[in-house]
């Protein structure tokens, strides 16, 4: 599938659409505006891909608003180089966008179907993460500590695990809340023990699920 013309017109569209709604950070900007989100979702959503709404991508899960990813990215303020733990892959745009922000990104997904397309897709398009299939809620404790960690689901709670796998100094973004509201909590570590929070509004995800799911 290409990236066409009209493609590129309607990123630019969708660039000025989460401008509008308070995203300023310009390289955010110029990521949503390089990634092409079509490419990312089925052939049926196609015509939709540079709507600013969530969409289905199978297994239950969708692939985020666009706004949504460029609010959580901007509240992890991320600098090149930096290592950051995406908790959910899902399409895979999400991580698109921090690598284009300059980030190693190591990313976990529950979904094998999942897992297993989006192997394919990203480095595809030139994205190479390091990608894992497990269960999100254990993080990845061997590749620990991590600057920056972002979970793409619905968390009732801050699991401790991923706590403890934040260095400190640095920032997880992650939607606290039961079904259909969460609040988009930044944390900070500021100590061993000492962790900052603070809330940004509210948003709907996909409930967060611990364990894995082979797709049978």
Do not use: W
């Not at 990215?73 to 892959?89: A, F, M, P, S, Y």
């Not at 972002?150 to 809340?177: F, H, N, S």
């Amino acid at each position: 599938m290409e990236d066409t013309f009209r493609h590129k017109g309607l990123r630019k569209k969708l660039v000025e659409t989460v401008k509008k709604k308070g995203i300023r950070d310009k390289k955010i900007l110029e990521a949503i505006n390089k990634v092409p989100r079509h490419l990312f979702m089925d052939t049926g959503f196609i015509n939709f891909a540079y709507k600013d709404q969530a969409f289905p991508i199978g297994e239950g899960q969708t692939i985020s608003q666009p706004y949504t990813v460029a609010c959580q990215t901007q509240l992890l303020d991320i600098q090149r180089h930096e290592k950051v733990l995406e908790i959910g892959t899902g399409s895979g745009y999400q991580a698109a966008i921090l690598m284009e922000l300059g980030a190693r990104v190591y990313t976990i997904e529950r979904h094998r179907n999942l897992f297993l397309k989006v192997q394919t897709l990203l480095p595809g398009l030139g994205y190479r993460p390091n990608f894992f299939y497990g269960d999100g809620f254990k993080g990845l404790p061997s590749f620990a500590p991590f600057d920056k960690i972002l979970i793409t689901a619905a968390a009732t709670y801050v699991p401790e695990e991923l706590l403890k796998q934040l260095k400190v100094g640095g920032r997880m973004v992650v939607p606290v809340g039961g079904m259909g509201y969460q609040e988009m909590t930044l944390i900070i570590r500021k100590g061993e023990n000492d962790y900052e929070r603070s809330n940004h509004g509210g948003f709907v995800f996909v409930p967060m699920v611990s364990g894995t799911s082979n797709g049978k």
